[in-house]
């Protein structure tokens, strides 16, 4: 299934994507898409049999703006360096244990809102990621069987950063990972039944319509079953919450001078096999 949530910021319903790609309304159904109804198989036992049926009533998608696909975020695990030839681009060490890292829940938007160059920025870069979203509340997973068991679906997110915030400016990475609108998530939540292989996922990045990153999900040092089992070691993920799992290469970091930063303007994109789509403008904070 495809789940999504649409409306104005803050007024958000849940929706439905059909296999014939028509918007379908969820409100009569259940109240949200968070994580009380990932961990509710009742519920999305409804979902799947009205959205079988054809039961739900049909969204006009014209104009309509696509939010976060999941609400009430509890938290966003963010894994770096977790593709070998991003960490390649940027001369780093392949890490022998995953990387770990968190975003504000508040940093996550749309996946079409505008994303804002934070004041004083100078190297805003891009990051097209693949996000696991928890289903089941997870703690000290042993086996990659549980930890996938307890995935409830992916999602598109845009990892932005900012470079000089990030590594130039004292302390951890927290400083160019949280700047407002710095996660754009979505369009929709595509249940984990419908990825079978979350590690054959073709990988795409453009701005202003020129292709920086092209990668795939194959690349990734840490898979998703590896990353979900060993942040449930350090941390209990509860429904709902998200794990960026790291970024193909490609970013601005990883090229040469002078490196083509993102500036207020410009047009990011951005998509993952299967996941839909995204697009961003940017603009000065």
């Keep these: 299934m495809k789940l999504l949530r649409v409306g104005k910021v803050g007024a958000e319903r849940p929706a439905l994507l059909d296999e014939a790609g028509v918007l379908r309304d969820l409100s009569g159904l259940v109240p949200d898409v968070d994580g009380a109804l990932l ?80 004041r004083g920025s100078v190297k805003t870069d891009w990051e ?18 549980q930890a996938l068991a307890a995935v409830a679906g992916y999602t598109v997110a845009h990892d932005v950063s900012e470079r000089a915030f990030q590594i130039e400016r004292g302390g951890q990475w927290d400083k160019g990972k949280n700047c407002e609108t710095f996660n754009p998530l979505g369009p929709w939540l595509v249940t984990a039944d419908d990825v079978p292989d979350p590690q054959a996922l073709g990988v795409r990045l453009w701005v202003n319509g020129e292709l920086k990153q092209d990668g795939t999900t194959a690349e990734q040092i840490f898979p998703v079953a590896e990353v979900v089992r060993y942040v449930s070691q350090f941390m209990t993920l509860y429904p709902g ?25 410009d047009v990011v994109e951005l998509e993952i096999d299967g996941l839909g789509r995204q697009r961003q403008e940017l603009r000065s904070a």
């Design 128 to 145: 097209v990621e693949l996000a696991v979203v928890i289903g089941r509340t997870a703690r000290y997973l042993e086996t990659d069987e």
């Design 241 to 265: 919450d998200v794990i960026n799992t790291g970024t193909p290469a490609g970013v601005a970091m990883g090229q040469p001078e002078p490196k083509p930063y993102l500036r207020a303007g």
């Design 39 to 118: 961990a509710d198989d009742a519920a999305l036992a409804r979902v799947r049999a009205a959205a079988a049926a054809g039961d739900l009533p049909v969204l006009d998608a014209t104009g309509l703006r696509v939010g976060p696909p999941v609400a009430r975020i509890g938290k966003v695990v963010c894994i770096g360096l977790n593709y070998h030839d991003h960490a390649r681009e940027t001369g780093a060490a392949t890490p022998e244990e995953p990387i770990i890292f968190m975003k504000a829940p508040d940093t996550v938007v749309g996946p079409d809102d505008t994303v804002l160059v934070p």
